[in-house]
């Protein structure tokens, strides 16, 4: 199973950026799907998760500025992320539990998209 990541770049403050997460690979099905991010020198955080009933929930810091969504039949996920902020800037990873039959539940990460918000 692989994640491919996509969407990142540079933004202005205020602007807005669509992040995608695709999934690939031996899949029975996807439980959650989230979005993580490291900002420069800081610890990996946990921006947005959507479960497979479309439940979503978020960080405090990004609740109403971003929506994450997902598309069960094409194993997708997304990130919208409006009114982008400094400190929105980092490192964007998707990562998926993903049930594969016969083996079992597993974890994958995708390789991360940049991010830069700019002033």
């Known amino acids: 199973v692989q994640l491919q990541a996509s969407g990142g770049g540079v933004a202005q403050s205020g602007g807005s950026l669509r992040l995608s997460c695709v999934a690939s690979?031996?899949?029975?099905?996807?439980?959650?799907m989230e979005w993580y991010r490291q900002a420069p020198g800081k610890q990996r955080e946990l921006v947005a998760t959507?479960?497979?009933?479309?439940?979503?929930s978020y960080v405090p810091s990004v609740k109403g500025r971003f929506t994450i969504s997902r598309d069960n039949a094409k194993n997708t996920a997304y990130l919208q992320m409006d009114s982008l902020r400094l400190e929105d800037t980092g490192v964007y990873y998707c990562?998926?539990?993903?049930?594969?039959?016969?083996?079992?539940?597993?974890?994958?990460w995708g390789c991360g998209t940049l991010v830069t918000v700019s002033s």
């Open positions: 990562n998926a539990v993903v049930v594969i039959y016969g083996v079992g539940i597993r974890t994958f």
């Open positions: 690979g031996n899949i029975g099905s996807i439980n959650e």
């Open positions: 959507t479960t497979s009933d479309h439940r979503t």
